[in-house]
């Protein structure tokens, strides 16, 4: 189950950000082999906004937060990315750490998650 999660610390010295401390093998076969550093570096840009409004949204609410992103897979299918943010703290007033898992699901069958392409800046 942890090669589908991620571990991101929250900082807050340029506005929220989420430093990456854990990529599991499925999301970095799927997004890049890339391990370190912010969340906003590293995500292609087709889908930066809508993954980090989720994130925000988490820290901001301190509630989970799911989402469902439609994309396709290099054959051309249909594909859900359900993501589950989970917000955590130790103090109860602000969010330090967020756990996510990201599960692809396509309707059609099995896909090809290991080559999706990634959209440069």
């Known amino acids: 189950m942890a090669e589908s999660l991620m571990f991101c610390d929250v900082t807050t010295e340029d506005g929220i950000r989420?430093?990456?401390?854990?990529?599991?093998?499925?999301?970095?076969?799927?997004?890049g082999p890339q391990q370190a550093g912010y969340?906003?570096?590293?995500?292609?840009?087709?889908?930066?906004?809508?993954?980090?409004?989720?994130?925000?949204?988490?820290?901001?609410?301190?509630?989970?937060?799911?989402?469902?992103?439609?994309?396709?897979?290099?054959?051309g299918k249909p594909v859900n990315l359900e993501r589950l943010v989970l917000p955590f703290?130790?103090?109860?007033?602000?969010v330090e750490r967020i756990l996510a898992s990201l599960e692809m699901v396509s309707i059609e069958g099995a896909l090809d998650a290991d080559h999706f392409e990634r959209s440069e800046d």
């Open 39 to 75: 969340l906003d570096d590293l995500l292609p840009a087709v889908i930066r906004d809508e993954t980090l409004a989720a994130y925000r949204k988490a820290v901001e609410s301190k509630h989970p937060v799911f989402t469902i992103a439609e994309t396709r897979d290099p054959a």
């Open 18 to 31: 989420f430093l990456i401390r854990f990529r599991g093998v499925r999301i970095a076969e799927t997004f």
């Open 89 to 94: 703290t130790r103090d109860g007033s602000s």
